[in-house]
Nanobody, 118 residues
């Protein structure tokens, strides 16, 4: 069973930066795509970014392109989300997720809160 644990959230001012981490255990980490989603207050969960198993490919939501960078360290079984130029609209609970053998987002972390003050 896959376990994902996010960390690194917190309170930051507009224009600031944060780096989120997602530590995984329970399966060969490098075989699977990992993604970040977020859920703003009162809104649906939305896609933020994803990275391929070997880290060669990444894609981003338009709203974060140029500001956020997803990366992974397969030796540490950890995925990172570097967030720069943060805006109040980035305020959300951020979730890490990992694809399963069926290509669906089969496992989710518990989430980490990011709050950007204006």
């Amino acid at each position: 069973q896959v376990q994902l644990v996010e960390s690194g959230g917190g309170l930051v001012q507009t224009g600031g930066s944060l780096t989120l981490s997602c530590a995984a255990s329970g399966r060969t980490f490098s075989d699977f795509v990992v993604g970040w989603y977020r859920q703003p207050p009162g809104k649906e969960r939305e896609f933020v970014a994803a990275i391929s198993g070997n880290g060669a490919k990444a894609n981003y939501a338009d709203s974060v392109k140029g500001r956020f960078t997803i990366s992974r360290d397969n030796f540490k079984s950890t995925v990172y989300l570097q967030m720069n130029s943060l805006k109040p609209d980035d305020t959300a609970v951020y979730y890490c997720t990992q694809e399963d053998e069926l290509g669906t987002w089969g496992s989710w972390g518990q989430g980490t809160q990011v709050t950007v003050s204006s």
